[in-house]
């Protein structure tokens, strides 16, 4: 549903910069969303056609075979699925540009694979208390985003975006919290195949980390150093070693 109430996907990624779960507030879309083709849309076999102005809300109510077409949406985008048996956002599949993509999911949302054409989108968050995704995958061709953000999933397993190329900042796990307790699931902060820079880096009360593919990416890559590094309170990741690694 496109929405014009007071949601916006990056009044809550920002949000949980520093705190927990989404946040209703100020950044409210267009109160009068719609849909509009470009000249081009009306000819042609392409049936990724339509534009909607404005922020999109997917929740349990949305017809997901009605968003096939959809090509842009000008605002943001917030998967809410909740009971829905959807396993992918394969529903997305003309996606090419967003603004910024956040989740608050159940657990049937298995994969964030599926928007194969999407090349544009600044941030990507899944926020406090969401149950899903189980693997943050796909987006093969966004290759830049101003941030990254794992807050608190209870069923996230994995991260793999091999197109990453650069980061302006990445945060897996809570920055307020002071045990470690965050994405119960998560063994790895992720793997990033290109990754050549990330701006800064916040992993931070994280209960199962055992690995760190940010590193692991940018020393294969021969990565710029980050200008900033914060790593904190994750029970089972050797917190020298990283910084030793850093050095």
């Known amino acids: 549903k496109s929405s014009g109430s007071n949601y916006s996907v990056l009044a809550w990624t920002l949000a949980c910069a520093c705190g927990s779960g989404r946040v209703d507030g100020s950044g409210a879309a267009d109160s009068s969303p719609g849909t509009t083709a470009d000249a081009s849309s009306s000819s042609g076999p392409d049936e990724c056609w339509r534009v909607i ?36 956002l394969s529903f997305l599949g003309c996606l090419e540009s967003v603004e910024n993509i956040g989740f608050h999911v159940g657990p049937n949302l298995v994969s964030t694979a599926g928007a ?10 899944v926020g406090a208390g969401s149950i899903g995704p189980r693997v943050l995958e796909g987006f093969e061709h966004v290759s830049e985003l101003i941030s990254l953000q794992v807050d ?10 091999p197109g990453l190329e650069r980061l302006d900042w990445i945060r897996i796990g809570n920055c307020l919290t002071n045990v470690p307790r965050n994405n119960p699931s998560l063994t790895s902060t992720g793997t990033f195949g290109s990754l050549e820079h990330v701006g800064s880096i916040t992993v931070q009360g994280n209960a199962a980390l055992v690995r760190d593919g940010i590193l692991d990416a940018l020393l294969q890559n021969g990565g710029e150093p980050p200008e ?14 990283i910084v030793a690694a850093f050095e």
């Open 53 to 88: 102005d404005g922020s999109l809300i997917v929740d349990d109510t949305t017809d997901l075979d009605s968003l096939r077409d959809v090509r842009e949406i000008r605002g943001d985008l917030g998967i809410e699925l909740d009971s829905s048996m959807q396993a992918d």
């Open 228 to 241: 900033s590094v914060s790593y904190i309170i994750n029970q089972r990741l050797p917190e020298e070693e």
């Open 116 to 125: 194969v054409r999407l090349t544009q989108a600044a941030t990507i968050g």
């Open 152 to 161: 608190d999933s209870s069923g996230i397993e994995r991260i793999n975006l």
